[in-house]
């Protein structure tokens, strides 16, 4: 397993409120840091979302699902049910059951066995039975909602419920407390023993050791973290599904249909890359302040992004401008340090004989540099995913644009540029002294950043977009933000560190302790400041 696929979607500490993220909407955590959106509405989980888990020794990846509807699992796979949210979500569910090895069955062990309880059970015992026989699939029913031990007494229904759920033929039920954590060690000691069966059953090694070294030689390579940003309804999740080749997201027509950043492993070309699908972000006063789930999601989308290396904004063509909402999110993704590009979707509803793909991208640049200069020349690809036209330009555009963003450039390559760019333009003077840059070195890449060593603590901001807009145009760090750090440096960084008394004569500093040591060990009395000792001569 490589180190970077259990990349989680946290936030350790979340920086102070900047302008960019006021406008979106952006609020800081307070108590969630990370993973699904829980709330108490029904039909909150829509998408499955994966990720690593650990037990032990044991690594598995674990699948959140949506709940599942048992009166519309038969239409899901209809003619009606083929262009409804609630059928995608029970495909997506499905499919998940199919995927995996073990099934846990979660019900709510007060209400007891529902008609859509016996409907899933209906199915996966359906599923079982008509399933590969290669593959063996495991299914556990798992109580939830019983906290403490009051559920046992004999007043309680539950008992009779858990009665009734061992009949439908997959064992007596486990109860646990997902909320409060009860019951947790029973659910490992399930997933452990089934995996070390499935070792056995295909001679595995039983621990992860031999398997998670071979997974480490087989990608070196860290995978690239992209992110897939926007407004509602611009074809966020039609672009993930096809780029991937499948229906792995849900896409629609109605706005708000993706809540969960749901990350998806994937190879394009060989090469790893962590694909996320996120939440449409509105502005905070286009949004209800009952809805607590889009707040969530925004707040997902925000951390898929600051964890990302390079971040597509996907813009809508109909709207045949740039929208202020999307200017914000470009101006988050550049003050965050990441790698920005462009997808001018939908271009299939403006493109035609006369006004062609290439006109369409090239508008669409002009437009981020009138309304963001800072932003000019931004890598962009006009395309239409629902067609899948000119899709596949975008990944080597993506991987162009991170490989530049990581870029570290050398030293003298740097400081040839840097006087280049004095001769043609010096610093202007301050308080009536000349400034000077002396040299200047990078700090690190992702995003680059650069120290100026001058004679002075700070340079004017417009010599220091000079100095960005000429850096950018010299080596092509378009689509993101190049920073310039001016540190103050009175001394020659290339003479002598320090005005301190050199050690000279024999043995050094080192040799006169050891002289002063011994002509107080002889004599009693330590040297005389200034004056030597007489070495004997022996």
Same mark, same amino acid.
């Given at each position: 397993?490589?180190?970077?696929?259990?990349?989680?979607?946290?936030?350790?500490?979340?920086?102070?409120?900047?302008?960019?993220?006021?406008?979106?909407?952006?609020?800081?955590?307070?108590?969630?840091?990370?993973?699904?959106?829980?709330?108490?509405?029904?039909?909150?989980?829509?998408?499955?979302?994966?990720?690593?888990?650990?037990?032990?020794?044991?690594?598995?990846?674990?699948?959140?699902?949506?709940?599942?509807?048992?009166?519309?699992?038969?239409?899901?796979?209809?003619?009606?049910?083929?262009?409804?949210?609630?059928?995608?979500?029970?495909?997506?569910?499905?499919?998940?059951?199919?995927?995996?090895?073990?099934?846990?069955?979660?019900?709510?062990?007060?209400?007891?066995?529902?008609?859509?309880?016996?409907?899933?059970?209906?199915?996966?015992?359906?599923?079982?039975?008509?399933?590969?026989?290669?593959?063996?699939?495991?299914?556990?029913?798992?109580?939830?909602?019983?906290?403490?031990?009051?559920?046992?007494?004999?007043?309680?229904?539950?008992?009779?419920?858990?009665?009734?759920?061992?009949?439908?033929?997959?064992?007596?039920?486990?109860?646990?407390?997902?909320?409060?954590?009860?019951?947790?060690?029973?659910?490992?000691?399930?997933?452990?023993?089934?995996?070390?069966?499935?070792?056995?059953?295909?001679?595995?090694?039983?621990?992860?050791?031999?398997?998670?070294?071979?997974?480490?030689?087989?990608?070196?390579?860290?995978?690239?973290?992209?992110?897939?940003?926007?407004?509602?309804?611009?074809?966020?999740?039609?672009?993930?599904? +096809? *780029? #991937? !080749?499948?229906?792995?997201?849900?896409?629609?027509? $109605?706005?708000?249909?993706? @809540? %969960?950043?749901?990350?998806?492993?994937?190879?394009?070309?060989?090469?790893?890359?962590?694909?996320?699908?996120?939440?449409?972000?509105?502005?905070?006063?286009?949004?209800?302040?009952?809805?607590?789930?889009?707040?969530?999601?925004?707040?997902?989308?925000?951390?898929?992004?600051?964890?990302?290396?390079?971040?597509?904004?996907?813009?809508?063509?109909?709207?045949?401008?740039?929208?202020?909402?999307?200017?914000?999110?470009?101006?988050?993704?550049?003050?965050?340090?990441?790698?920005?590009?462009?997808?001018?979707?939908?271009?299939?509803?403006?493109?035609?004989?006369?006004?062609?793909?290439?006109?369409?991208?090239?508008?669409?640049?002009?437009?981020?540099?009138?309304?963001?200069?800072?932003?000019?020349?931004?890598?962009?690809?006009?395309?239409? +995913? *629902? #067609? !899948?036209?000119?899709?596949?330009?975008?990944?080597? $555009?993506?991987?162009?644009? @991170? %490989?530049?963003?990581?870029?570290?450039?050398?030293?003298?390559?740097?400081?040839?540029?840097?006087?280049?760019?004095?001769?043609?333009?010096?610093?202007?003077?301050?308080?009536?002294?000349?400034?000077?840059?002396?040299?200047?070195?990078?700090?690190?890449?992702?995003?680059?950043?650069?120290?100026?060593?001058?004679?002075?603590?700070?340079?004017?901001?417009?010599?220091?977009?000079?100095?960005?807009?000429?850096?950018?145009?010299?080596?092509?760090?378009?689509?993101?933000?190049?920073?310039?750090?001016?540190?103050?440096?009175?001394?020659?960084?290339?003479?002598?560190?320090?005005?301190?008394?050199?050690?000279?004569?024999?043995?050094?500093?080192?040799?006169?302790?050891?002289?002063?040591?011994?002509?107080?060990?002889?004599?009693?009395?330590?040297?005389?400041?200034?004056?030597?000792?007489?070495?004997?001569?022996?």
């Amino acid at each position: 397993m490589c180190k970077e696929s259990n990349r989680a979607y946290r936030l350790g500490s979340d920086k102070k409120k900047t302008r960019s993220n006021a406008r979106i909407g952006y609020r800081s955590p307070s108590k969630r840091s990370g993973g699904a959106i829980v709330t108490p509405v029904a039909g909150t989980t829509r998408d499955r979302r994966e990720c690593i888990g650990r037990v032990g020794g044991t690594t598995f990846r674990l699948v959140d699902t949506a709940g599942v509807d048992g009166e519309k699992i038969d239409h899901a796979f209809g003619k009606q049910g083929k262009h409804s949210m609630d059928g995608a979500m029970i495909r997506q569910t499905m499919e998940a059951a199919k995927q995996s090895d073990l099934v846990l069955l979660m019900f709510d062990a007060r209400l007891g066995v529902t008609s859509d309880l016996a409907e899933t059970v209906r199915w996966l015992r359906k599923l079982s039975n008509a399933g590969d026989q290669q593959q063996h699939r495991e299914i556990v029913i798992l109580a939830n909602k019983l906290e403490g031990d009051r559920w046992a007494s004999m007043d309680s229904n539950v008992l009779d419920n858990l009665a009734e759920v061992s009949r439908a033929g997959f064992g007596e039920a486990i109860p646990i407390s997902a909320e409060h954590g009860e019951g947790m060690v029973d659910v490992a000691e399930i997933i452990d023993k089934y995996t070390l069966e499935k070792r056995q059953r295909f001679g595995l090694p039983l621990t992860n050791e031999e398997t998670y070294k071979k997974n480490t030689d087989d990608y070196n390579e860290k995978p690239l973290q992209l992110a897939i940003l926007g407004r509602q309804n611009v074809g966020k999740s039609t672009l993930v599904n +096809s *780029l #991937l !080749g499948e229906e792995r997201v849900i896409a629609g027509d $109605t706005p708000g249909l993706t @809540r %969960d950043s749901i990350k998806v492993p994937w190879l394009w070309k060989e090469r790893p890359v962590q694909i996320v699908d996120t939440a449409g972000i509105r502005r905070g006063l286009q949004r209800e302040r009952s809805d607590e789930i889009e707040d969530l999601a925004v707040l997902d989308a925000m951390r898929a992004m600051k964890l990302a290396d390079v971040a597509v904004l996907v813009l809508d063509a109909q709207a045949q401008y740039i929208q202020r909402q999307e200017l914000a999110i470009a101006d988050s993704v550049v003050r965050e340090g990441r790698a920005l590009v462009v997808a001018a979707n939908k271009m299939d509803l403006v493109v035609d004989d006369e006004y062609t793909k290439h006109d369409f991208a090239k508008a669409v640049q002009e437009q981020i540099e009138v309304r963001f200069p800072m932003l000019r020349k931004t890598p962009v690809v006009a395309m239409s +995913s *629902l #067609l !899948g036209h000119n899709v596949k330009k975008l990944m080597p $555009t993506v991987f162009e644009a @991170r %490989d530049r963003w990581a870029r570290v450039m050398p030293t003298g390559v740097l400081n040839r540029w840097l006087q280049d760019v004095m001769e043609e333009h010096s610093p202007p003077s301050q308080a009536g002294r000349a400034t000077k840059i002396k040299y200047i070195i990078q700090t690190k890449g992702r995003p680059p950043t650069f120290l100026l060593f001058c004679n002075v603590s700070e340079l004017p901001v417009n010599y220091l977009r000079y100095l960005t807009r000429h850096f950018q145009d010299s080596f092509n760090f378009f689509g993101m933000e190049v920073r310039l750090v001016v540190k103050k440096s009175d001394k020659n960084p290339f003479g002598n560190k320090s005005n301190k008394k050199s050690f000279v004569g024999i043995g050094g500093w080192k040799g006169r302790q050891k002289r002063m040591i011994a002509q107080l060990k002889k004599t009693g009395m330590p040297t005389k400041k200034g004056k030597r000792g007489k070495r004997s001569k022996s």
